[in-house]
């Protein structure tokens, strides 16, 4: 198969589609694997590291997405991508139809094999392409929470850790999910004082065990969260209800019960956010303080560390990637279900339910378009 990758075009997105490994991996398998110039450097790959693992080096996406059987990116195509795609293409990457209607009419008119990374499922539920950026942001809300801390920053002046002659910063983080997790292991790793708060009984014996006594935990409810609000210098929103809109858990008037100069990172913020006086922020402005707390809202947090992002994003992905590029997409997502749940457009016909109903579009299976697939 030739298989593309192109320079990412969406704002403040730093992170590639394929790195040099991932080239040599499909280049290994057979493929010829064109990549557009400078596309990796600002997740810090170098031209002459895809040359070297056997890439062709193009100077323009247009000359990649016409030679291509297969684009691998990051981000769903922006408006200036849309005329490039062609029909029986397949494109590899994060979608989001469901917010994007535009794209979504442009995907099925173009006749393009859309393969959504966020759609990629597992028979058990699991959506292992982005678990990765999850376990990212959730260790990043730690690390921008201490920053905004620091009293320069505009934060209480809190050291998380401490020392051992002071008390630990305190912090709460809501939702015990994979962000709250690897949250709660930097927290601890910080050495500071750790509260988790879940609704699942579930989840917080699995956290019990797991942390064996390194954290506290408490049932999500009024009484325990106003116990946080008021102790904490630092509190994660890292709450989900699958396909829904976050619940505000924490409203406006609490802020008051909070200590002045104390942060919140609102990870849930891409949902709509957990907090009530939350709006996303970016990378180049996180920041904004409402009754002396500072809200970090940032909505796409591993674009920040875009060459880890980068490479937790491709190992996740080149698995799936080499199988539909070896079998082609019909035998892959016929072999694999998580493939097949990956799509999202197929001939022209939208096959992803979410995406259907959220945009008011006629949805087909799948499997009534592929001969073989179930789901
Ligand atoms: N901002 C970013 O860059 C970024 C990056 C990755 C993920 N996210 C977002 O982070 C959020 C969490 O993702 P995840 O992968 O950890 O999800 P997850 O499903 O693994 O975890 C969510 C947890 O929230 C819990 N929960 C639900 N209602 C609750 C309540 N009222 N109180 C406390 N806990 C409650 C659930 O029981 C679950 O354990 C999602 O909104 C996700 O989109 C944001």
């Not at 293409?89 to 859309?114: C, F, N, P, S, W």
């Not at 049932?219 to 209800?241: F, P």
Request: proline share 4%.
């Amino acid at each position: 198969m030739q298989i593309g990758s192109v320079k990412e075009i969406k704002k403040h997105e730093y992170r590639v589609g394929l790195t040099p490994s991932c080239a040599r991996a499909y280049i290994a398998d057979g493929h010829t694997v064109r990549v557009q110039k400078f596309s990796g450097i600002d997740a810090g790959y170098e031209d002459d590291e895809y040359k070297e693992a056997g890439a062709i080096l193009c100077d323009t996406a247009e000359e990649i997405w016409g030679a291509s059987d297969m684009i691998v990116k990051v981000k769903e195509p922006q408006p200036d991508e849309y005329p490039l795609m062609k029909e029986n293409q397949i494109l590899y990457t994060y979608l989001h139809l469901a917010a994007d209607e535009m794209l979504t009419k442009e995907m099925l008119q173009r006749k393009v094999k859309g393969v959504a990374y966020e759609t990629v499922e597992m028979p058990d539920h699991s959506l292992p392409l982005l678990r990765p950026m999850s376990e990212i942001a959730g260790r990043m809300s730690i690390q921008e929470g201490a920053r905004f801390l620091e009293r320069p920053q505009g934060g209480r002046g809190v050291l998380l850790g401490g020392i051992p002659s002071v008390e630990k910063g305190k912090v709460a983080i809501l939702g015990g999910g994979v962000v709250g997790t690897h949250a709660a292991k930097m927290a601890i790793g910080l050495g500071a004082d750790v509260t988790v708060l879940d609704v699942n009984i579930d989840r917080l014996n699995y956290l019990d065990d797991v942390f064996a006594g390194r954290v506290h935990l408490l049932y999500s409810n009024q009484a325990h969260l106003e116990l946080v609000l008021e102790k904490s210098d630092l509190i994660v929103g890292a709450v989900l209800i699958p396909g829904a809109k976050a619940p505000h858990l924490i409203k406006k008037d609490d802020l008051r019960k909070m200590k002045k100069g104390s942060v919140l990172v609102d990870v849930a913020v891409d949902q709509g956010g957990c907090i009530e006086t939350t709006h996303p922020t970016t990378h180049d402005d996180p920041v904004f303080t409402i009754d002396d707390v500072v809200h970090y809202c940032v909505a796409n947090m591993p674009g920040g560390v875009s060459r880890t992002s980068t490479q937790a994003l491709t190992t996740a992905t080149l698995p799936y990637g080499l199988l539909i590029a070896g079998k082609g997409l019909e035998a892959a997502a016929a072999r694999q279900s998580a493939i097949a749940r990956g799509i999202n457009t197929y001939d022209g016909k939208l096959t992803y339910k979410g995406v259907a109903d959220a945009i008011g579009m006629n949805f087909v299976p799948v499997g009534d378009l592929i001969d073989g697939v179930k789901i």
